[in-house]
């Protein structure tokens, strides 16, 4: 049973440049949730979408930054001209969300570093 | 979300039992108790949950009280790979998003 996977684990880019990262929910999951955890700090929720459907967006940021979960392949956060303040570590969760409570997984998470 | 208080770091001798309290005043009825765990340089990890009555499982045991506006993570002998940071959370089953606090740095000392 694969769990959350999530890629690249790292990621260097420069300021100005694009992050593209990619997360695969757990087999048979349709929820998925990203997070970023900046450095010393605890997660702080950014996005939970369903397959096709961006269902609460309240702590993305409001610009530069996008999420998907196409019907088909994975869940991509963007972020667009990336600025030093972006460096962080961004996780990734799923869930199945039938009946009973909703646990969420997490994946090992995507560090990127913005020079 | 409902706030969550947890102490910012706690000690444990190895193969001794941890508890580590959680403080949830505002829990709300329909909000589960969530654990998780992060050790450096890992995502988050499930480690238990439970809604009012006490649950256990492989890893840990979670004692919930009566009044719901507090609970315990029991590790019954902890490990040199238990040292972690534990986050308690609540959830309501019908949202999405999990409201993470600072947690509580656990070190377990050989």
């Known amino acids: 049973n694969a769990g959350v996977m999530q890629n690249p684990r790292h990621l260097v880019r420069r300021r100005g440049q694009e992050a593209r990262l990619r997360c695969s929910p757990v087999?048979?999951?349709?929820?998925v949730y990203w997070y970023r955890q900046l450095p010393e700090e605890g997660l702080k929720f950014m996005v939970y979408l369903q397959k096709e459907n961006i269902i609460d967006e309240s702590g993305m940021p409001k610009e530069r930054f996008s999420a998907e979960f196409p019907k088909e392949g994975p869940s991509i956060l963007r972020i667009q001209q990336v600025v030093r303040g972006d460096s962080a570590a961004y996780f990734c969760?799923?869930?199945?969300?039938?009946?009973?409570?909703?646990?969420?997984?997490f994946g090992p998470g995507t560090r990127l570093t913005v020079l | 979300d409902a706030k969550t208080t947890q102490p910012n770091s706690m000690e444990s001798n190895e193969e001794e039992p941890v508890h580590l309290p959680c403080n949830h005043s505002t829990i709300s009825g329909t909000d589960y108790i969530h654990w998780y765990r992060q050790l450096p340089s890992q995502g988050p990890e499930y480690v238990i949950h439970?809604?009012?009555s006490n649950v256990n499982n492989r890893m840990a045991s979670l004692a919930i009280a009566e009044d719901r506006k507090s609970s315990t993570l029991i590790l019954h002998r902890a490990t040199l790979r238990d040292a972690a940071v534990y986050y308690c959370?609540?959830?309501?089953?019908?949202?999405?998003?999990?409201?993470f606090g600072d947690g509580t740095t656990l070190t377990v000392k050989p």
């Open positions: 969760a799923s869930s199945l969300r039938e009946g009973g409570t909703d646990t969420q997984y």
């Open positions: 959370i609540l959830r309501d089953n019908n949202a999405g998003k999990s409201t």
């Open positions: 087999k048979g999951h349709s929820h």
């Open positions: 439970g809604l009012t």
